[in-house]
């Protein structure tokens, strides 16, 4: 069954919508300039930093949709061993403790985007070689990929661990095949 296009499923997905339009594009402009550079002897001087910063944004917010989705790889050889309410102690305190990671992250990453706008206070902004255009339109993807991640943590923790919000979860919405320790 084919799903419409409505502008709440677009705000839904926007984090793998970004995601998807800045690797094509990464992709389009790498093979555009390798055509210019050894075809037409003319190379995208301009290229190599709207691919780098097309990058930056397609990995920090597809770390957010990969999160959502529950697809970063994770190595829970030891916690699958443990049995009862030990696993559960454990997967807890380990969720905890990715929320404040990813806290950490946001906070450290939003400080690096305002030291790329402000030295020392004063409204400075850093600008790209070649195009001379702000790095925190780069930089911003990282606080944006760790915030929503930090979102995504808190309410897996709320309706997945805690149980605190309850969920109703649409058939079609269930992806995968259920293994122990999570669907794959």
Same mark, same amino acid.
């Given at each position: 069954?084919?799903?419409?296009?409505?502008?709440?499923?677009?705000?839904?997905?926007?984090?793998?919508?970004?995601?998807?339009?800045?690797?094509?594009?990464?992709?389009?402009?790498?093979? +555009?300039?390798? $055509? #210019?550079?050894?075809?037409?002897? @003319?190379?995208?001087?301009?290229?190599?930093?709207? /691919?780098?910063?097309? =990058?930056?944004?397609?990995?920090?917010?597809?770390?957010?949709?990969?999160?959502?989705?529950?697809?970063?790889?994770?190595?829970?050889?030891?916690?699958?061993?443990?049995?009862?309410?030990?696993?559960?102690?454990?997967?807890?305190?380990?969720?905890?403790?990715?929320? +404040?990671?990813? $806290? #950490?992250?946001?906070?450290?990453? @939003?400080?690096?985007?305002?030291?790329?706008?402000? /030295?020392?206070?004063? =409204?400075?902004?850093?600008?790209?070689?070649?195009?001379?255009?702000?790095?925190?339109?780069?930089?911003?993807?990282?606080?944006?990929?760790?915030?929503?991640?930090?979102?995504?943590?808190?309410?897996?923790?709320?309706?997945?661990?805690?149980?605190?919000?309850?969920?109703?979860?649409?058939?079609?919405?269930?992806?995968?095949?259920?293994?122990?320790?999570?669907?794959?």
């Amino acid at each position: 069954m084919k799903k419409k296009i409505t502008p709440k499923l677009i705000l839904q997905n926007l984090d793998a919508i970004i995601t998807g339009v800045t690797l094509t594009l990464c992709v389009i402009l790498v093979n +555009l300039n390798v $055509i #210019m550079r050894y075809i037409l002897n @003319a190379p995208l001087q301009w290229s190599e930093e709207v /691919v780098t910063s097309l =990058f930056v944004w397609t990995v920090f917010i597809g770390s957010a949709y990969a999160y959502r989705k529950h697809s970063h790889l994770g190595v829970d050889i030891v916690v699958n061993m443990m049995h009862g309410r030990t696993k559960a102690v454990v997967r807890d305190v380990m969720a905890f403790v990715e929320l +404040l990671v990813l $806290i #950490m992250l946001t906070v450290i990453s @939003a400080q690096y985007v305002y030291n790329l706008i402000y /030295v020392r206070g004063v =409204f400075k902004p850093a600008v790209t070689d070649v195009l001379r255009i702000p790095k925190a339109y780069t930089g911003i993807a990282v606080p944006l990929g760790f915030g929503v991640s930090t979102l995504y943590s808190i309410y897996f923790l709320l309706t997945e661990r805690f149980h605190i919000i309850k969920v109703k979860k649409k058939p079609e919405e269930d992806e995968g095949y259920q293994v122990e320790g999570g669907n794959y």
